[in-house]
């Protein structure tokens, strides 16, 4: 018998079967990976389920079931569930509302769409978020639904909602291209158009008047910043605008301003996007509006999200905000500042336009929905005039997306004590839509813009910091 | 009627020398007794698949390039690892993440060793403090990141008018890069820095009272002794703290996203915060994955270093105790 010990081989017997196993557990997993939601996503199975729905429109059709709903905790919100009991009554539907706050709100909506478990019948979601989830097929589209006479109620009236709302919840999915189509994917449920409100009080006593440009707003800015603490303004500084490092820094006064300057984010050069927030004039406006911020806006800028900018304005802290026109009405109540505020759409561009970015609280559907005719009574019914007409006048539904309810004598009284707020509406309307250009990489390209924005801030030359920020979105958003 | 022969009938569970008097010892089948084993150890094949099962799915997500715009990926190899260790937002990352981990654990480790030396003195202050320094540490890191973004706000907060009185008049908060850092491994030592005292104090307590009786009968100052006698023995129990607190702190999100969330621009933008924003905010998730894989590999390799680093040192204070 040989005693002499064996050669060792490169792997022992254990190494190998530690390698089946790996192996045995890596090829086990890679067929669950579809089960896990990976490579799934909602199928497009061609047709819309609202085909299916014929015979006349019953509002009693889906008596006694339950449609489940992931909402923002908003003002909206707390309008639905106060009008919510009308809702039952009217179609014996249950609503199961689950609320988040806003700071983690998306991020719950993108794990439940990613799950393509259809958890939840419907949800809250913004215009930008179409551009995220509606690609992977999210996102019901909902013109079968609103073109089908035996789903959807007679006085539905799409034409009823401001067309640029309507337009900003359709996209034909390729980068760069407009939107608008014949896919709707949300319908528009309240919005914020961006403008400027400011203390009434200060600008009184001071003997100003609203900026009617750019430049003009940096002196005044300034100028308050300056002069309203010697004049029994306490500590107040010139103007409030966000700054935190996130998408939603970009698009409220600064993207207002951009646009309104005739600036564009990107330019679509053979079917590819081109970042072009490095053009001189681009590169010149923003170093301008991050140099307003240093020297007129507040310490700590960039930590500031709409609820500290506004919160600001209502505590006596800042003389002015550029941002969404509700962010302000909230303040207008209950606050240091209350029953002093007024609205002014801010500065025009060169040609005198006005041209305003908006955001747009909408309602979806859930493509993974079990439910859908029933979330679909749903919509209609929170899409209604009935129900916005209340919601805006009992309730904070703010600003009215459909004309008939922001035109009516009720809502109009009911704004009417906020001074210039109506007027700074009516004078915006028309050029308040998405300025961005579509593309489905919106949240990285803004949010690297808002970290650029905080770079030149912090006193980085805006030049090569713009140049810098260009050349690496642009592989990013053409991936 | 079936017979059980002695040699099917198991007797090892139950000595004899314990058997009760007249009473009969349970019988185990052999079949029952072969797999005893096998079921022994289905709790932890459970735990053992509940944990890699997702482990590996998360890693085999890398080799594909799936996201919310390309929900029918394709393999592509390690195109994902190339991309991201080739970009300056992935070494900005780590840079970050190394300078903010290597601070963090210093600070808390030399805060933690200097409170649990004071508390070790006693006294009824010392008592009272002991209890109320584990307040910190039960609070959510989050939690406490929101408590102190909004002390440090400059406009609202309470420490610009802290500040002040001290005649600082130019805070800004967390608006400076540098500030944003050191900020945020203020609130980190906040929470974590009890943690490393309890566990040096629980080290305290237990070294033997000899080679310091000695010391004293010698004459050695407060110095000495610490430098030569408590800290070279107290030094294994603090490395342990050293461990966890590095390795945390390597993974680092809450504090940070909750006070700063990155910024200003990618000053504090750690390699977990990069990871969120491929993974959930811009949804690529193979790239957010990636990002997640890089990190636990760094964990792990530099977590085995620390543990060998470890077992030595327990060895060698042992050897030297004997």
Known sequence: MNSEPRPRLGLARRDLLRIAGLGTALSAAAPLLSACGFGGG?????????????????????????????????????????????????????????????????????????????????????????????????????????????????????????????????????????????????????????????????????????????????????????????????????????????????????????????????????????????????????????????????????????????????????????????????????????????????????????????????????????????????????????????????????????????????????????????????????????????????????????????????????????????????????? | MSVTTPSEVDHDDTPAGREEPGSRPPTVSRRRRRLRPYTLAVPAVLLCVGILYPFFVGVSYTVFNFSAANPNPAFVGLRNFAEITTSAPFWNSVRVTGSFAVTATVVETVLGVGVALLLYRGGILGKVLERALIVPLMVAPILAAIMWKLLLLPEVGWVRPLLAGLGVTDYTGTDSPLWAFIWSVVVDAWIYTPFVAIIALAGLRSLPASPFEAAAVDGAGWWFTFRRLTLPMLWPYVFVAVIFRLMDSLKMFDIIFGLTTGGPGDSTTTLQINAYLESISYARYSRGITYMVVLWAAVYLISMVLVGYLRRLQNRTAGEAT
């Open chain 1, 42 to 479: 909602p199928a497009d199975e061609g047709g819309s389920a609202a085909d299916a729905v014929t015979g006349a429109f019953d509002w009693k059709k889906h008596d006694g079931k339950t449609v489940k709903l992931l909402m923002n905790k908003h003002p909206y919100t707390d309008a639905l569930k106060a009008h919510q009991a009308e809702f039952t009554t009217k179609t014996g539907i249950t609503l199961q509302i689950d609320e988040f706050p806003e700071s983690n709100y998306f991020d719950k909506v993108t794990l439940e769409l990613q799950s393509g478990q259809g958890g939840y019948d419907a949800f809250m979601l913004g215009a930008y978020m179409v551009w995220q989830y509606g690609p992977p097929g999210y996102l019901e589209d909902l013109n079968p639904w609103i073109n089908n006479a035996s789903a959807t109620h007679a006085e539905f009236e799409p034409a009823d909602f401001y067309p640029n709302l309507l337009t900003a919840g359709q996209w034909d999915f390729t980068n760069g291209n407009p939107l608008g189509g014949d896919r709707q994917w949300m319908l528009p449920w309240g919005f914020e158009s961006n403008v400027v409100a400011y203390r009434k009080d200060v600008f009184d006593k001071l003997g100003l008047t609203p900026a009617e440009d750019f430049d003009s707003l940096i002196e005044l800015a300034k100028t308050i910043d300056t002069k309203a603490s010697s004049n029994g303004f306490g500590d107040m500084y010139g103007i409030a605008v966000r700054g935190s490092k996130e998408w939603a820094t970009i698009h409220p006064g600064f993207m207002t301003m951009y646009t309104r300057l005739g600036l564009k984010d990107f330019a679509v050069e053979n079917g590819r996007l081109k970042p072009t927030m490095n053009t001189p004039e681009a590169i010149a406006f923003t170093d301008k509006w991050a140099g307003m911020v240093r020297d007129s806006g507040p310490a700590g800028w960039t930590s500031y999200t709409w609820y500290q900018a506004s919160s600001d304005l209502g505590a006596g802290k800042a003389g002015m905000l550029f941002d969404a026109d509700i962010a302000s009405y909230f303040q207008n109540e209950k606050t240091t500042a209350a029953g002093k505020l007024a609205w002014h759409p801010g500065p025009k561009g060169p040609d005198g336009n006005l041209n305003t970015n908006l955001w747009i609280w909408s309602l979806a559907m859930n493509s993974a929905s079990k439910n859908k005719e029933a979330a679909w009574w749903f919509l209609q019914w929170a899409e209604s005039k009935e129900h916005l007409q209340y919601a805006a006048t009992q309730g904070q539904h703010i600003d009215a997306v459909r004309r008939s309810v922001a035109t009516s004598a009720e809502y109009k009284d009911r704004l009417a004590p906020n001074t210039g707020f109506l007027e700074t509406f009516e004078q915006v309307i028309d050029s308040t839509k998405i300025q961005f250009t579509p593309q489905k990489n919106f949240f990285d390209a803004t949010t690297s813009w808002a970290a650029a924005l905080q770079d030149i801030y912090g006193g980085a030359d805006a030049k090569s910091t713009l140049d810098e920020l260009a050349t690496s979105l642009e592989p990013r958003v053409n991936d």
